[in-house]
Nanobody, 127 residues
Framework: QVQLVESGGGLVQAGGSLRLSCAASGLSFSRYTMGWFRQAPGKEREFVAAISKSDGTTIYADSVKSRFTISRDNAKNTVFLQMNTLNPEDTAVYLC????????????????????WGQGTQVTVSS
């Protein structure tokens, strides 16, 4: 079956960096748009970043643009999220997700289109 397993979360001070990884199995990884979402306590799940299946087109939420970078390694079935200049507002559970449908900016940033989800990894940024 499909499994998405996130890792790399933790506690970091404001201004610090973390690199999240999401290892995928049970699917043809290169055929999926991969996304990162996050959910803070008491808040809705929100889009963070996504990368297309074909040419590696990326899209970011305005709140993380220029600070976060999404990338993928199709040979290792892994998607990454490099997070720099973290601030307390970035504290959340970060989840990766996979979408088999055709890529578009709207679809890639909308959680209901994603077919598979990981369990998430906690990121806590202290002030």
């Amino acid at each position: 079956q499909v499994q998405l397993v996130e890792s790399g979360g933790g506690l970091v001070q404001a201004g610090g960096s973390l690199r999240l990884s999401c290892a995928a199995s049970g699917l043809s990884f290169s055929r999926y748009t991969m996304g990162w979402f996050r959910q803070a306590p008491g808040k809705e799940r929100e889009f963070v970043a996504a990368i297309s299946k074909s040419d590696g087109t990326t899209i970011y939420a305005d709140s993380v643009k220029s600070r976060f970078t999404i990338s993928r390694d199709n040979a290792k079935n892994t998607v990454f999220l490099q997070m720099n200049t973290l601030n307390p507002e970035d504290t959340a559970v970060y989840l990766c997700a996979a979408d088999a449908g055709p890529y578009s900016m709207y679809r890639a940033s909308t959680s209901q289109y994603y077919d598979h989800w990981g369990q998430g990894t906690q990121v806590t940024v202290s002030s």
